[in-house]
């Protein structure tokens, strides 16, 4: 089935270091990749998402970029800030109609310090 | 826009109670969804519709049970509440290709004692 590994964290960072998060997954057909947030106490937010191989999907100043000859969609950010704290889920999703269900990473918790 | 909206945010069970938790999208979303977040396991599908009337199960169904009786609304019931069900839960929504993403609520928040 499909599926998505992400790091273990957590991630610990001082502010303005450099972020990477890595995702890896599986999957039966072609999948769209996203990056979701989740600050503390709140729901989950689109961060940023590619539908095919070779795209570039960003969102403040967080980047990933679509690759299937890895099969990878590691998230990047080039300096970090205490706000980015929070728990970023990598994601992915099959084909269309009631195939189209979100299979999540378990998440990894990021935390930026001044 | 409200987006979804999820009630109640927080809520405490004693084993054996039953509940409905709320969910309703403003967005004419066919899609919707129920998670629930566990510490460590990611997010785990409990129940999905695809339509009005439509519902099915997802990975962890086992003591949940779903409606679907309008586009906007699609409440989660606990019939007979564990400890196990002990979980933050999220409802989520989205257009019918999902290439788009998901809308999420706030979560609910139960403890089951």
């Known amino acids: 089935g499909d599926s998505v590994t992400q790091m273990e964290g957590p991630v610990t960072l001082s502010e303005e270091a450099f972020l990477t998060i890595n995702c890896t997954y599986t999957a039966t057909g072609y999948p769209s990749l996203f990056w979701y947030v989740q600050y503390p106490g709140e729901g989950l937010q689109l961060l940023l998402k590619a539908t095919k191989a070779d795209d570039k999907g960003s969102n403040k100043g967080f980047e990933a970029t679509y690759r299937k000859e890895t099969t990878s969609f590691h998230l990047e950010k080039g300096s970090v800030q205490v706000s980015d704290s929070a728990v970023y889920f990598c994601a992915l999703s099959v084909g269309g109609g009631a195939n189209s269900k979100l299979t999540f990473g378990k998440g990894i918790t990021l935390s930026v310090r001044p | 826009n409200a987006g979804v909206t999820q009630t109640p945010k927080f809520r405490i069970l004693k084993i054996g109670q039953s509940m409905t938790l709320q969910c309703t999208q403003d967005m004419n979303h066919n899609y919707m969804y129920w998670y629930r977040q566990d510490p460590g396991m990611g997010l785990k599908l409990i129940y999905y519709s695809v339509g009005a009337g439509i519902t099915d199960k997802g990975e962890v169904p086992n003591g949940y049970n779903v409606s679907r009786s309008t586009t906007e609304d699609f409440p989660l019931r606990l019939e007979l509440a564990a400890p196990s069900q002990t979980s933050v839960y999220f409802c989520?929504?989205?257009?019918?290709?999902?290439?788009?993403?998901?809308?999420f609520g706030s979560g609910t928040r139960l403890t089951v004692v």
């Open positions: 989520a929504s989205s257009t019918a290709d999902g290439s788009y993403g998901y809308t």
